[in-house]
């Protein structure tokens, strides 16, 4: 397996769309890992909790949380436990996706837990303020997605690259460590190719390649101009 950081890195999150649910999900991660091989393009997936553990028997390619909870063991009914999502398979997690939003001292407290699990962090991020705020955090990732552009089709990359470059100037004042991907309405390669030349190390997407008539097409797409 790759390092699980290796860039340009491509993620993809299956959030609770049908189409990469359960048996679906494993199809899905199949065929990322198949264009993984393939073009030796470090591609990770971030399936629903209850398919981490099937996928991350399944495939050789790293496999995500979606998000993870700032509680410790004990009594949280409901709640994601960091250890769960580690002894499942998961080798990092997305924070604070736009669509799972959690407040800054939660994320301070699920960047440490990860790190002291070796645990890949991506934390989520609406604007290039809030990037800064999460790079002063020193997560592995910040991945800048503006909200409105999310599952629309138009891409960040081409739609607002001034949020990406201005993302990636940032972050780079607070923590040079800290790599910078960018997400929504990413799908093509041209978007793929955009977001690199823009200062990015990779992309955070779903519904392009999810929704996409045939995702292992699509990805080899996406990752074509790289
Ligand atoms: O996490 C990725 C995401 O929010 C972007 O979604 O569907 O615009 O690629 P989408």
Not at 18 to 35: D, F, H, P, R
Not at 56 to 82: K, N, W
Not at 128 to 144: K, W
């Amino acid at each position: 397996m790759k390092p699980i950081t290796q860039t340009p890195i491509v993620i993809l999150n299956f959030k609770t769309y049908l189409e990469s649910t359960g048996q679906n999900a494993l199809k899905l991660a199949k065929a990322c890992e198949k264009v993984a091989k393939e073009t030796g393009v470090n591609i990770a997936v971030a399936p629903q909790h209850m398919d981490i553990y099937m996928l991350a028997q399944e495939v050789e390619i790293p496999v995500f949380a979606q998000h993870i909870d700032p509680v410790v063991a004990g009594g949280h009914t409901g709640s994601v436990l960091l250890e769960c999502a580690y002894e499942a398979g998961a080798v990092g997690t997305l924070i604070n996706h736009s669509e799972q939003r959690m407040k800054l001292a939660d994320i301070d407290e699920v960047i440490k837990r990860t790190s002291s699990k070796d645990m890949v962090s991506v934390v989520c991020t609406n604007n290039i303020e809030t990037s800064i705020a999460a790079a002063a955090l020193g997560p592995n990732f910040v991945a800048v997605e503006p909200p409105e552009l999310i599952g629309s089709g138009i891409p960040v990359s081409q739609a607002e690259p001034e949020v990406v470059e201005g993302t990636v100037d940032a972050v780079q004042k607070i923590d040079t460590s800290v790599n910078v991907l960018c997400g929504a309405g990413i799908s093509t390669g041209d978007d793929m190719k955009a977001a690199l030349d823009l200062g990015s190390v990779g992309v955070l997407l779903a519904s392009g390649i999810i929704l996409a008539k045939d995702p292992e097409k699509a990805l080899l797409d996406l990752v074509s101009k790289i």
